[in-house]
């Protein structure tokens, strides 16, 4: 039973490998399109604005406070230097900006939302693997396509 895990597991990464360089080869990244690279922090004067930049967003929403949070940040770092300039990467500190955790319905942290054209898409509660994190953008790219 492991094994099979485990092997479905690998097989996983490497459809999400070959697809992520699928992505790279086809130059999807066209510069009216072209997502900031670095993390941004979205708050309620620039949410709504900087959504629009890119067709796919994924947002962190956490606290300081919260050791999920800080066992997350690096997953959700190092997945958004993989997907830099192609996905739009943000967080929402919830404790500055309780009126987006509630426009969001977000109810627990750390939460990451993925949005589409400005809509939340998908939601994802905890913190999450970094190989899930990263199935769920390949999948909305692919939608997306």
Same mark, same amino acid.
């Given at each position: 039973?492991?094994? /099979? %895990?485990? $092997? $479905?597991?690998?097989?996983?990464?490497?459809i999400i490998r070959k697809y992520m360089k699928e992505l790279l080869e086809?130059? %999807?990244e066209t510069e009216k399109k072209r997502c900031p690279t670095e993390i941004i922090e979205l708050n309620n004067e620039n949410i709504d604005h900087i959504? /629009?930049?890119c067709e796919i967003a994924v947002v962190?929403?956490?606290a300081p406070w919260c050791a999920?949070? $800080?066992f997350y940040a690096p997953t959700f770092e190092h997945v958004a230097s993989r997907f830099a300039g192609r996905v739009l990467?943000?967080?929402v500190n919830v404790d500055e900006n309780p009126?987006?955790?509630s426009r969001f319905l977000? %109810? /627990?942290i750390p939460t990451t939302i993925i949005f589409v054209k400005g809509k939340a898409f998908r939601r994802l509660v905890g913190a999450i693997p970094e190989q899930l994190l990263e199935k769920e953008i390949v999948n909305v790219l692919r939608q997306a396509s």
């Open positions: 039973m492991v094994l /099979s %895990m485990e $092997r $479905r597991d690998l097989e996983e990464e490497i086809a130059g %999807m959504l /629009s930049v962190d929403f956490w999920p949070c $800080r990467f943000a967080k009126d987006l955790a977000v %109810m /627990s």
